[in-house]
Protein backbone atom coordinates (compact mmCIF):
# COMPACT_ATOMS: atom_id res chain seq x y z
CA UNK A 1 0.00 0.00 0.00
CA UNK A 2 1.80 2.67 -1.19
CA UNK A 3 -0.62 5.69 -0.23
CA UNK A 4 -0.18 8.82 -2.67
CA UNK A 5 2.35 8.87 -4.63
CA UNK A 6 3.67 12.10 -6.89
CA UNK A 7 5.68 12.13 -9.81
CA UNK A 8 8.09 14.13 -10.26
CA UNK A 9 10.00 14.75 -7.15
CA UNK A 10 11.74 17.72 -8.54
CA UNK A 11 11.83 19.63 -12.13
CA UNK A 12 13.13 22.54 -13.45
CA UNK A 13 11.13 24.52 -16.24
CA UNK A 14 11.89 27.73 -18.34
CA UNK A 15 9.24 30.15 -18.88
CA UNK A 16 6.55 29.50 -21.35
CA UNK A 17 7.40 25.29 -21.16
CA UNK A 18 4.75 22.83 -20.42
CA UNK A 19 4.88 20.01 -18.11
CA UNK A 20 2.19 17.72 -15.89
CA UNK A 21 2.63 16.80 -12.71
CA UNK A 22 1.27 12.70 -12.04
CA UNK A 23 -0.97 12.17 -8.33
CA UNK A 24 -1.72 8.61 -7.70
CA UNK A 25 -3.40 6.77 -4.66
CA UNK A 26 -4.42 3.00 -3.89
CA UNK A 27 -6.63 3.48 -0.93
CA UNK A 28 -9.95 3.22 -3.43
CA UNK A 29 -10.66 7.63 -2.02
CA UNK A 30 -12.92 9.56 -4.10
CA UNK A 31 -11.88 13.41 -3.42
CA UNK A 32 -8.25 13.84 -4.51
CA UNK A 33 -6.45 17.48 -4.44
CA UNK A 34 -3.87 19.70 -5.44
CA UNK A 35 -2.31 22.25 -3.41
CA UNK A 36 0.56 25.01 -3.44
CA UNK A 37 2.83 25.56 -0.64
CA UNK A 38 4.81 28.87 -0.57
CA UNK A 39 6.84 30.43 2.13
CA UNK A 40 4.34 31.84 4.36
CA UNK A 41 0.93 30.88 2.37
CA UNK A 42 0.20 27.91 4.07
CA UNK A 43 -1.26 25.77 1.27
CA UNK A 44 -3.61 26.99 -1.09
CA UNK A 45 -6.03 24.67 -3.08
CA UNK A 46 -5.82 25.09 -6.78
CA UNK A 47 -8.15 22.13 -7.59
CA UNK A 48 -10.05 19.61 -6.73
CA UNK A 49 -11.94 16.37 -7.97
CA UNK A 50 -15.15 14.49 -6.08
CA UNK A 51 -15.11 11.68 -7.88
CA UNK A 52 -13.90 9.86 -11.19
CA UNK A 53 -14.46 12.57 -14.49
CA UNK A 54 -15.17 15.09 -11.96
CA UNK A 55 -13.01 18.61 -11.55
CA UNK A 56 -13.72 22.24 -10.05
CA UNK A 57 -11.71 25.05 -9.13
CA UNK A 58 -10.25 25.95 -5.69
CA UNK A 59 -8.80 28.85 -4.20
CA UNK A 60 -5.89 29.45 -6.70
CA UNK A 61 -7.16 27.86 -10.34
CA UNK A 62 -5.28 30.01 -12.95
CA UNK A 63 -2.89 29.19 -15.29
CA UNK A 64 -3.23 25.06 -14.13
CA UNK A 65 -5.66 22.83 -15.29
CA UNK A 66 -6.39 19.14 -14.43
CA UNK A 67 -7.69 15.98 -15.46
CA UNK A 68 -9.73 13.11 -13.19
CA UNK A 69 -9.75 10.08 -16.32
CA UNK A 70 -9.39 7.50 -13.79
CA UNK A 71 -10.35 7.37 -10.11
CA UNK A 72 -6.54 6.68 -9.00
CA UNK A 73 -5.23 9.13 -10.83
CA UNK A 74 -5.19 13.13 -10.92
CA UNK A 75 -3.14 14.94 -13.12
CA UNK A 76 -2.41 19.13 -12.84
CA UNK A 77 -1.27 20.36 -15.85
CA UNK A 78 0.66 23.83 -16.61
CA UNK A 79 0.23 24.83 -20.44
CA UNK A 80 2.43 27.77 -19.88
CA UNK A 81 4.82 28.49 -16.78
CA UNK A 82 5.31 31.21 -15.63
CA UNK A 83 7.86 31.78 -12.57
CA UNK A 84 5.17 33.13 -10.33
CA UNK A 85 4.29 29.28 -10.43
CA UNK A 86 7.72 28.11 -8.70
CA UNK A 87 6.09 26.34 -5.73
CA UNK A 88 5.73 22.95 -3.88
CA UNK A 89 2.97 21.05 -5.04
CA UNK A 90 0.91 18.08 -3.01
CA UNK A 91 -1.62 16.35 -3.91
CA UNK A 92 -3.88 14.59 -0.93
CA UNK A 93 -6.66 11.92 -1.51
CA UNK A 94 -9.60 11.56 1.38
CA UNK A 95 -12.61 9.15 1.05
CA UNK A 96 -16.26 10.63 1.25
CA UNK A 97 -17.43 13.29 2.63
CA UNK A 98 -19.91 12.61 5.92
CA UNK A 99 -17.25 11.35 8.22
CA UNK A 100 -13.97 13.14 10.15
CA UNK A 101 -12.16 12.35 7.49
CA UNK A 102 -8.53 13.04 7.13
CA UNK A 103 -6.68 13.73 4.00
CA UNK A 104 -3.53 12.10 3.32
CA UNK A 105 -0.81 13.70 1.43
CA UNK A 106 2.12 12.52 -1.40
CA UNK A 107 5.76 13.75 -0.88
CA UNK A 108 5.19 16.50 -3.31
CA UNK A 109 7.07 17.78 -5.84
CA UNK A 110 9.44 21.28 -6.26
CA UNK A 111 8.67 23.17 -9.16
CA UNK A 112 11.01 25.49 -10.54
CA UNK A 113 10.51 28.14 -13.36
CA UNK A 114 13.29 30.14 -14.60
CA UNK B 1 -16.46 31.96 4.77
CA UNK B 2 -14.56 29.66 6.90
CA UNK B 3 -11.14 30.38 8.31
CA UNK B 4 -8.58 29.16 10.31
CA UNK B 5 -5.85 31.30 12.36
CA UNK B 6 -3.17 29.90 14.06
CA UNK B 7 0.02 32.05 15.86
CA UNK B 8 2.71 33.28 14.14
CA UNK B 9 6.12 31.50 14.26
CA UNK B 10 9.29 30.06 14.31
CA UNK B 11 8.34 29.00 17.70
CA UNK B 12 11.98 27.99 19.50
CA UNK B 13 12.22 25.92 22.41
CA UNK B 14 14.52 24.04 24.75
CA UNK B 15 14.06 20.03 24.79
CA UNK B 16 11.46 19.29 27.04
CA UNK B 17 9.87 22.76 27.38
CA UNK B 18 6.26 23.02 27.51
CA UNK B 19 4.66 23.53 23.69
CA UNK B 20 1.34 25.36 22.88
CA UNK B 21 0.53 26.29 19.53
CA UNK B 22 -2.69 28.34 19.39
CA UNK B 23 -5.35 28.05 17.23
CA UNK B 24 -8.27 29.68 16.24
CA UNK B 25 -11.20 29.12 13.64
CA UNK B 26 -14.16 30.30 12.33
CA UNK B 27 -16.96 28.11 10.36
CA UNK B 28 -20.41 27.25 10.31
CA UNK B 29 -22.19 24.23 11.81
CA UNK B 30 -20.19 21.83 13.15
CA UNK B 31 -16.67 21.42 11.72
CA UNK B 32 -14.27 18.10 12.32
CA UNK B 33 -10.56 20.10 13.39
CA UNK B 34 -7.29 18.61 12.97
CA UNK B 35 -3.79 19.18 13.24
CA UNK B 36 -1.12 18.61 10.98
CA UNK B 37 3.00 18.02 10.58
CA UNK B 38 5.39 18.67 8.18
CA UNK B 39 8.72 17.06 8.41
CA UNK B 40 11.25 18.95 6.51
CA UNK B 41 11.37 17.46 3.13
CA UNK B 42 7.88 15.81 3.07
CA UNK B 43 4.22 15.99 2.59
CA UNK B 44 1.64 16.77 5.81
CA UNK B 45 0.42 14.29 7.51
CA UNK B 46 -2.47 13.60 10.27
CA UNK B 47 -1.21 14.50 14.02
CA UNK B 48 -4.61 14.23 15.42
CA UNK B 49 -8.15 15.45 15.10
CA UNK B 50 -11.57 16.10 17.12
CA UNK B 51 -14.83 15.74 15.53
CA UNK B 52 -17.09 17.37 17.99
CA UNK B 53 -16.80 20.20 21.34
CA UNK B 54 -15.09 18.75 24.08
CA UNK B 55 -13.92 16.14 21.93
CA UNK B 56 -9.66 15.73 22.93
CA UNK B 57 -7.52 14.39 20.09
CA UNK B 58 -4.25 13.11 21.31
CA UNK B 59 -1.05 11.47 19.84
CA UNK B 60 2.97 11.29 20.33
CA UNK B 61 2.44 12.98 23.60
CA UNK B 62 0.45 15.88 21.71
CA UNK B 63 -3.03 17.17 22.76
CA UNK B 64 -5.92 19.49 21.38
CA UNK B 65 -8.96 20.30 23.08
CA UNK B 66 -12.14 21.18 20.56
CA UNK B 67 -13.25 24.56 22.56
CA UNK B 68 -16.58 25.75 20.67
CA UNK B 69 -17.14 28.36 23.07
CA UNK B 70 -13.59 29.92 21.93
CA UNK B 71 -13.51 28.40 18.77
CA UNK B 72 -9.99 27.10 20.07
CA UNK B 73 -8.26 24.04 19.07
CA UNK B 74 -4.52 24.79 20.80
CA UNK B 75 -2.05 22.49 19.94
CA UNK B 76 0.27 21.31 23.60
CA UNK B 77 2.62 19.04 24.52
CA UNK B 78 4.16 18.91 27.81
CA UNK B 79 7.75 17.91 26.93
CA UNK B 80 9.14 18.81 23.93
CA UNK B 81 12.39 16.81 21.68
CA UNK B 82 14.46 17.81 18.98
CA UNK B 83 12.98 15.39 16.93
CA UNK B 84 9.54 17.23 17.30
CA UNK B 85 10.76 19.96 14.92
CA UNK B 86 8.33 20.56 12.23
CA UNK B 87 5.62 22.77 10.68
CA UNK B 88 2.67 22.00 12.51
CA UNK B 89 -1.13 23.02 10.37
CA UNK B 90 -3.99 23.51 12.27
CA UNK B 91 -7.24 22.55 9.66
CA UNK B 92 -10.94 22.37 9.32
CA UNK B 93 -13.14 20.50 7.70
CA UNK B 94 -16.69 21.40 7.48
CA UNK B 95 -19.88 18.72 7.40
CA UNK B 96 -21.33 17.00 4.47
CA UNK B 97 -23.87 20.02 3.94
CA UNK B 98 -21.17 22.48 3.99
CA UNK B 99 -18.65 21.57 1.41
CA UNK B 100 -16.87 18.90 4.03
CA UNK B 101 -15.10 17.52 1.10
CA UNK B 102 -12.54 20.50 1.18
CA UNK B 103 -10.07 21.37 4.41
CA UNK B 104 -9.11 24.32 5.17
CA UNK B 105 -5.44 25.00 6.82
CA UNK B 106 -4.13 27.70 8.86
CA UNK B 107 -0.72 29.14 7.39
CA UNK B 108 1.68 26.95 9.28
CA UNK B 109 3.50 27.32 12.54
CA UNK B 110 7.67 26.16 12.25
CA UNK B 111 8.59 25.01 15.41
CA UNK B 112 12.05 24.45 16.27
CA UNK B 113 13.35 22.74 19.40
CA UNK B 114 17.45 22.99 20.66
CA UNK B 115 18.88 20.20 22.31
Known amino acids: NAGVTQTPKFRVLKTGQSMTLLCAQD?????MYWYRQDPGMGLRLIHYSVGEGTTAKGEVPDGYNVSRLKKQNFLLGLESAAPSQTSVYFCASSPLAGGPHEQFFGPGTRLTVL | GDSVTQMEGPVTLSEEAFLTINCTYT??????LFWYVQYPGEGLQLLLKATKADDKGSNKGFEATYRKETTSFHLEKGSVQVSDSAVYFC??????????????FGAGTRLFVKA
Open chain 1, 27 to 31: MNHEY
Open chain 2, 27 to 32: ATGYPS
Open chain 2, 91 to 104: ALRGGPYTGGFKTI
